[in-house]
Nanobody, 127 residues
Framework: VQLVESGGGLVQPGGSLRLSCVVSGFASANYSIGWIRQAPGKEREGVACIGSVGVGHRRYYTDSTKGRFTVSRDDANNIVYLQMNNLKPDDTAVYYC???????????????????WGQGTQVTVSS
């Protein structure tokens, strides 16, 4: 089981980034995938998640990212995306993707439970 994030970087406030999470070693279509971030000195925070094909890829967002972030997935190529628009300095963090587990294996919730994580990708929003 492997999840690998990419696409982070330095961007000015108001800018955009698209993060990718390439998954392998499991049938990704049957699992929910979450995006979680951790800023220095803060706890991990779920920002978005997308359910499995079995629940129609239902999506959830935390209040601070709703309307700015969009999570999507390409199950044919085992990739999950996080499109981030109108980025703010408070979005600065390491972003992780993770695989849902247990009761959240297919149907995700923000700050659900995860059993496999990527290594993270740094997003820095600064002028």
């Amino acid at each position: 089981v492997q999840l690998v994030e990419s696409g982070g970087g330095l961007v000015q406030p108001g800018g955009s980034l698209r993060l990718s999470c390439v998954v392998s070693g499991f049938a990704s279509a049957n699992y929910s995938i979450g995006w979680i971030r951790q800023a220095p000195g803060k706890e991990r925070e779920g920002v978005a998640c997308i359910g499995s094909v079995g629940v129609g890829h239902r999506r959830y967002y935390t209040d601070s990212t709703k309307g700015r972030f969009t999570v999507s997935r390409d199950d044919a190529n085992n990739i999950v995306y996080l499109q981030m628009n109108n980025l703010k300095p408070d979005d600065t963090a390491v972003y992780y993707c993770a695989r849902g587990r247990g009761v959240f294996r297919e149907r995700c919730v923000i700050n659900g439970e995860y059993d496999a994580w990527g290594q993270g990708t740094q997003v820095t929003v600064s002028s």
